[in-house]
């Protein structure tokens, strides 16, 4: 069974819907297995608690 875990910044559940379904697919089309075997674990992380190139910009979580 196919688990993926995505770490983000939070998003709006519409677009992680569409992105579980579009892994799901990739998944079926690839490795040939049963839709409901792909299971998909989104983690948000708020910009405060994330750091890239060694600071925390909450501000701009790009």
Known sequence: ??????????????QKRELAKRITEAFV?????????????????EAENWSKGGTINSSNPS
């Open 1 to 14: 069974m196919p688990i993926v875990t995505i770490q983000q910044f939070p998003r709006d559940l519409t």
């Open 29 to 45: 089309e690839a490795y040939s297995v049963d839709p409901q075997s792909v299971q998909v674990f989104f983690q948000e992380v």
